[in-house]
């Protein structure tokens, strides 16, 4: 610990410990499981106060450079540890504490609904009267029929009408989440030979993650009205392509919507060219711009082409652990079976409960609230990015919960991510949006649902002053 913190300078005492700590763990002579220095002797070398030096000390056990033992210290960690997650930091730290955590100030990362807009009182409400019920609550808590609670797909068979698809409540799987309905997607159909998937670029992290576990993954940009379609044939023409994933309505990572000729031209070409399209509709509840949801890819499924995926933890809450999968009528059987073996619980108390919610119209009540809630944050935030030098807006969002924003070219939006995180704001860099792993770029994603508008207002000050005393390079 010899070189000294400059304190005029535009870093931040934090940032600038940071990197001296961090520089030391990787290029002095330590051996894993070192004690490291104690946080009072950094504190007095560089006179700086143990709250700064404590957050510090955090960062670097949150990347994996260091361990605590509680009333022994800290002690050093490398090797494999590092090879980990160095780059999925960003999203391990996210979702380490889901929406409670405490140690980010302000987060512009986080990809779930507004908590203090959980339907709590409701939950709680409908979930006695159910249990008032010996009888029902029984039947509910023990295992359902494979495919969900009858009279919830009953139920979910008029609410979807309003994405303009018409199905029987025969042709609907409940599952227990996005993850899930994907796992059953990716396996009903054999793992060998292996399936190719394209996927757009960029495109929802945890999708890639676990397509590439069962699937070849190709790539195609994402344009600002959705995929080139004319590249895309010309890719099927060249390679057998087995499936798409897509998000056709204010996609995550980008905000982008599909135009409507873009998703008939895609339901023709999937016939032309034999491939199945999976529709992962998680935003299109919310639109801001007009006065109905946009309509779904779906909707337009006259060749039975797509699986068609719908979660209810971005419009109810995350805790309810429930997602509509209605694939082609002719697979019904074949993934009832499948999800038989990956999924063979699903709540059956939150069934019901969802159940109710949409008949009653609270869930219908429920959106409304939460649209005039989002529509007002994203339109601050998107007026205060325009502002702001050194970054455009890619796209201007009519809907959904994300930005995709571009940063200066010389600025690495890996590194960025850092320096905001030790400023106290949490943001997503965009690299981890590609399938490839080594993509570097200068791109981030904020997210508009967590913060308050007093608490945007406090991040883009920090990005602002972040992007205006950049000394960090796009390598």
């Known amino acids: 610990m010899k070189k000294k913190l400059i304190r005029n300078s535009d870093v931040t005492i934090s940032t600038q410990l940071y990197e001296m700590l961090r520089q030391d763990i990787l290029e002095n002579k330590w051996k894993e499981n070192d004690k490291f220095f104690s946080v009072r002797q950094i504190s007095i070398k560089y006179e700086v106060n143990l709250n700064t030096v404590l957050k510090v000390i955090r960062m670097l056990e949150e990347e994996g450079y260091l361990y605590s033992i509680k009333g022994k210290g800290c002690f050093v960690k490398k090797g494999y540890n590092l090879d980990i997650g160095k780059r999925m930091t960003p999203i391990l730290n996210t979702f380490r504490f889901g929406q409670n955590s405490k140690d980010m100030e302000i987060n512009f990362s986080n990809g779930g609904p507004p908590k203090e807009y959980f339907p709590i009182k409701e939950y709680k409400e409908i979930v006695n009267e159910i249990l008032s019920d010996e009888t029902e609550s029984r039947y509910l808590m023990a295992y359902q029929n494979i495919q969900g609670l009858e009279s919830l797909r009953e139920t979910l068979a008029e609410f979807i009408i309003k994405y303009g698809i018409r199905r029987e409540k025969d042709d609907i799987i409940i599952c227990s989440g996005t993850q899930i309905a994907l796992e059953l997607i990716s396996t009903a159909f054999g793992i060998s030979p292996k399936k190719t998937v394209l996927l757009s ?208 070219n010389y600025i690495n939006s890996e590194k960025f991510y850092y320096k905001c995180r030790l400023r106290g704001l949490s943001v997503l860099p965009g690299f981890i949006f590609y399938s490839t792993s080594e993509e570097t770029t200068s791109k981030i994603r904020i997210s508009i649902v967590s913060s308050s508008i007093e608490e945007m207002k406090k991040g883009l000050e920090i990005i602002q002053d972040v992007l205006n005393n950049c000394d960090f390079k796009l390598n």
């Open 201 to 408: 670029d960029p495109t929802y992290q945890n999708a890639v993650h676990i397509l590439k576990n069962y699937c070849n993954i190709e790539n195609i940009d994402m344009k600002c009205d959705g995929w080139d379609m004319q590249e895309f044939e010309n890719l099927l023409k060249r390679k057998k392509i087995d499936f798409v994933y897509i998000m056709t309505n204010f996609q995550n990572p980008t905000g982008v919507s599909w135009s409507f000729e873009k998703k008939k031209k895609m339901i023709e070409l999937s016939l032309k060219y034999d491939f199945y399209i999976i529709e992962d509709e998680c935003f299109s509840d919310f639109f801001y711009n007009s006065r109905e949801c946009p309509k779904s890819l779906k909707a337009l499924d006259k060749y039975e082409r797509v699986f068609f995926i719908k979660t209810f933890s971005k419009i109810v809450m995350p805790a309810l652990a429930l997602t509509m999968l209605i694939p082609p009528k002719k697979y019904i059987d074949s993934f009832s079976l499948n999800k038989y073996f990956i999924d063979t619980t699903t709540s059956g108390i939150n069934q019901k409960f969802l159940e109710i919610f949409i008949k009653r119209g609270l869930l219908d009540k429920h959106l409304e609230q939460l649209r005039l809630n989002l529509k007002r944050k994203m339109e601050y935030i998107i007026s205060e990015l325009q502002k702001i030098k050194h970054l455009e807006i890619m796209h201007i969002p009519k809907g959904g919960f994300f930005i995709w924003v571009n940063l200066a």
